[in-house]
Structures are given as C-alpha cells and as structure tokens.
C-alpha cells in the first residue's frame, strides 16, 4: 500500500490526462464522473493503485493488472461501445451524444475462463 494519501483532485487530474493521453474525452456528466473518481481514490487509498471501482479486484496488483484504470479492455470497449466498462472514458463521437447515455456493456474480463 502506498504510504502517501491520494486525495480527490489527484485522482480528477489522473482522469484528465488518461482521457487526454489516449484520444478519450472522460465523461461529461460531473455527478457521474465524481462518483467514479471517489471510488478510484478510494481504491487508491486502499490497495496503493487505482482498481476500478466497477469491477471486483483481488486487492493483489498483480492479479489486478488487467483492470488498473484505465483497465486493458477500454481501448477495444470505446472502439466497439463508445466507452469503457465503467463509462468514465468515452470516445469524442459518443461524448457528443445528446442525450448521453452510458449503458452497461459485456464484461470483457474473464472471457477466456468460459
């Protein structure tokens, strides 16, 4: 875990450069995007890395590596959906939408366990 404390507005800056870094727009939707970011801090806190909020980890960063945020299954969900799994990161054509609308979509994680 880490010894130093992430606070809310380290989290938000994390969000921003992710989105940016990656041709993503992160969700317009501020109520939205803060809820994620506070489960993003949390877990952060908690587990010295940011866990999606959205998925169950095992708070082993190691068995937890595919689904650091942003998790290695965004880049082909905004490609084929618009957004991640979460909807904290949205491709530019979906985050023009209006109304906008993050939907759940398949879960692509464990796929191969089937």
């Not at 909020?53 to 595919?66: H, L, M, S």
């Not at 942003?70 to 904290?88: M, N, T």
């Amino acid at each position: 875990m880490s010894e130093r404390s992430i606070n809310i507005e380290q989290t938000r800056r994390f969000i921003q450069n992710a989105a940016e870094r990656n041709g993503w727009v992160a969700n317009p939707d501020t109520e939205f995007r803060e809820t994620i970011a506070e489960g993003l801090t949390t877990n952060a806190n908690r587990y010295g890395y940011y866990l999606c909020p959205c998925r169950d980890g095992d708070g082993d960063r190691q068995a937890d590596r595919d689904i650091v945020c942003p998790c290695v299954y965004a880049r082909k969900d905004i490609e084929e959906y618009g957004q991640c799994f979460c909807g904290l990161f949205l491709s530019p054509e979906k985050a023009k939408q209006e109304p906008l609308e993050v939907h759940q979509i398949p879960e692509r994680r464990h796929q191969l366990d089937d």
